[in-house]
């Protein structure tokens, strides 16, 4: 075969592929738009004749109910079974001194600082809680719950059963409000304790 017949065999097969792959380019847009139609009839039609999945009745009911709004701290006894709480001392300020982590932090309300004794009654070594996550939250009077402030390092040491460890914890609450109560429960706790702030 000559130059002149590789140059026009190598030309149609170039020629070949450029309308194979467009033929098949629009073939596969043809099918994804039959198919997207299809889809979307199928979502449109009917629609309304479908009964709601079960227990959206129940969803749409709970949507509409407001919770009622705190009337009162909650009651119990200064224990979670774990450890026995009391409050020690209270007090309040404009900025507190994390001497744990070196930092020092401004309160947007005011803090309300509470020193904590909390003695294990259980039979085996435990932490009394520190954070949020572990069920630490305080009360107002109303009800309204406080969490701690969470960017101080609030640490209490790992307490065998019948020893006691001290500890404070932090809250941020607005100007003039006054804590009732602490809501205690250690990792593991069954109950958690509602603490008197004297």
Not at 28 to 48: T, V
Not at 59 to 70: C, K
Not at 132 to 137: E, I, N, R
Request: glycine fraction near 10%; charge should be negative; include cysteine.
């Amino acid at each position: 075969m000559n130059k002149t017949g590789w140059i026009v065999s190598a030309a149609a097969a170039v020629l070949a592929l450029l309308l194979g792959f467009t033929a098949g380019w629009f073939s596969n847009q043809a099918y994804i738009r039959a198919q997207l139609e299809s889809a979307f009839e199928d979502m449109g039609g009917g629609a309304e004749d479908t009964a709601a999945p079960e227990g959206m009745e129940e969803m749409e009911e709970y949507e509409d109910e407001v919770p009622p709004a705190p009337t009162a701290p909650p009651a119990g006894e200064p224990t979670d079974g774990v450890f026995d709480y009391e409050v020690t001392d209270t007090r309040t300020a404009d900025s507190y001194n994390d001497d744990d982590c070196g930092e020092r932090y401004t309160a947007s309300g005011e803090f309300h600082v509470l020193t904590i004794s909390a003695e294990n009654v259980g039979t085996s070594p435990a932490y009394p809680p520190t954070d949020s996550w572990t069920g630490v939250y305080a009360y107002a009077a109303n009800g309204t719950e406080f969490s701690l402030q969470a960017d101080i390092c609030a640490f209490s040491d790992e307490t065998n059963p019948g020893n006691t460890s001290e500890y404070d914890l932090v809250f941020d609450v607005p100007e003039g409000t006054e804590l009732t109560v602490l809501g205690l429960a250690a990792e593991g706790a069954p109950e958690v304790a509602a603490v008197p702030v004297p």
